[in-house]
């Protein structure tokens, strides 16, 4: 009988741990609550009506469609039974011979209920949607207001200077440029502000001083209204409080401010690292079980390199993902095991139209050379030449005519 494999999560880590598993060694059931996988980086185009969800969004069982030895269940895994091995989901218990856990991670608050009630955030394909549809309306609420328009209406905040609020921020002040005022003549523009609030000294932190310098002189020439070195300290829905003791206005909060585990229930407490992760060794494995592991966001790994873990990114996500899936045929074979080992090839951001900042390992530049590699790169990471294209055209057609057509308002219930 084959060895069975549960693997709980879709997203980036989990996906190319199954498609790097030689097909018909194991039987592998993927449990996921979304029917798709999502592609995180550019959530800040669907938010902005740049794309459309659909176009970063995959279905799981299309991407397994010919892998006979994969099953997909759509469910929410609520805890693991490390001694039983079985996971208990909304869809039932289902018993693993291996558990990989792949569950990424959502948005951190850091324990502020007030902040998680009131603000938006950026981790999922229907909260960029939802992101869309509330600032798409903020400008209906402004028109219908008429003179009494309040003034949080007038003021949009992103909440974390790093790569999403930096694009996110970004985005908003292109499209308050060049597209809202031909949608909404009725609305005086020059009174919509975009701030950008980072609790560091800059921009971009993790990235290179030119990546630093760049980004905030690309935001101020957008006319972003940048404030670094401030916490946010509260939001009632209403009024923002900073620890300038400053307080702003505003009825559009996104906060992109941190991220924290999905932890999967009944695993021991001494596994749980800083930032919620699980804490594995260097081949994935979670310390303390012999067939569980984590990879992607969840998994906290100290190596010599990265002595308090890796950068919780995509590349890492594969990698990890690929190199578990090697080590599974390796020791289906009774072959030695590989150690995880990240190879930074860089990272980038964009700020807007030919506006981006590259940093490679011996090399950063920005400008139009660098919005180019982006675009071509996140092109080339999309799943399906379908996708590609559609990503492409709607790229193309942006840049020539600067007037999307994807503006749209769609909710399930339109009286929420
Ligand atoms: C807005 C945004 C922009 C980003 N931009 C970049 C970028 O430009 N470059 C870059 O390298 N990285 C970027 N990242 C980070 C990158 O997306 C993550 O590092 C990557 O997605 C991690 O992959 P993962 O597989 O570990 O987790 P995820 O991709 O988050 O996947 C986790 C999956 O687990 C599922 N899941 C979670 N809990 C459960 C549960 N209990 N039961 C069932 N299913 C569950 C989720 O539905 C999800 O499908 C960005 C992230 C965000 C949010």
Not at 82 to 103: C, H, K, R
Not at 123 to 151: C, M, P, Q, V
Not at 221 to 239: A, C, E, K, W
């Amino acid at each position: 009988m084959k060895k069975k494999i549960i693997v709980i999560g879709g997203g980036f880590a989990g996906l190319q741990f199954i498609k790097n598993l030689k097909p018909g060694m194991f039987e592998v059931v993927l449990i996921d609550r979304l029917n798709h996988h999502q592609f995180q980086p550019l959530f800040y185009q669907v938010a902005t009506s740049q794309i459309e969800p659909t176009s970063i969004s995959f279905p799981l069982r299309k991407i397994f469609q010919d892998r006979k030895d994969v099953t997909v269940r759509m469910a929410e895994v609520l805890a693991a039974d490390p001694q039983n091995m079985t996971v208990t989901s909304t869809a039932g218990t289902f018993e693993y011979d291996y558990l990989v856990i792949a569950s990424g991670g959502k948005t951190n608050y850091y324990g502020n209920n007030e902040l998680e009630k009131h603000t938006l955030s950026l981790k999922t394909t229907y909260e960029a949607i939802k992101i869309r549809n509330e600032i798409l309306e903020n400008f209906e609420n402004i028109l219908n207001s008429g003179s009494n328009a309040d003034e949080g209406l007038f003021n949009i905040v992103v909440v974390g200077g790093g790569p999403t609020g930096v694009e996110l921020s970004g985005a908003f002040a292109e499209i308050k440029r060049d597209i809202l005022p031909k949608d909404f003549p009725g609305i005086d523009f020059s009174r919509l502000k975009i701030h950008l609030l980072e609790g560091g000294d800059h921009t971009l932190n993790t990235m290179s001083d030119l990546a630093k310098r760049s980004s905030e002189k690309y935001l101020k020439s957008l006319g972003v209204q940048l404030r670094t070195g401030v916490f946010v300290r509260n939001y009632d829905g209403s009024i923002l409080q900073l620890s300038n003791g400053e307080h702003l206005e505003s009825k559009n909060v996104i906060w992109t401010a941190g991220i924290t585990g999905n932890l999967i229930n009944g695993l021991s407490q001494e596994v749980t690292a800083p930032g919620k992760r699980l804490r594995v060794d260097r081949t994935n494995r979670v310390e303390g079980y012999e067939n569980i592991y984590a990879i992607g966001d969840i998994a906290y790994m100290e190596t010599p390199k990265y002595p308090k873990g890796h950068p919780q990114v995509a590349n890492v996500a594969i990698n990890q993902g690929k190199n578990l899936a090697r080590n599974f045929t390796r020791m289906f074979k009774g072959g030695k095991l590989t150690e995880y080992e990240y190879r930074d090839l860089g990272s980038m951001a964009t700020v807007g139209r030919n506006k981006a900042i590259v940093d490679l390992p011996l090399v950063s530049f920005h400008g139009y050379l660098a919005w180019y590699f982006w675009m071509f790169l996140h092109l080339m990471l999309i799943l399906s030449v379908r996708n590609k294209l559609i990503i492409f055209i709607n790229w193309a057609w942006n840049y020539i005519t600067k007037n999307s057509s994807l503006r749209l308002i769609l909710k399930i219930d339109p009286d929420k």
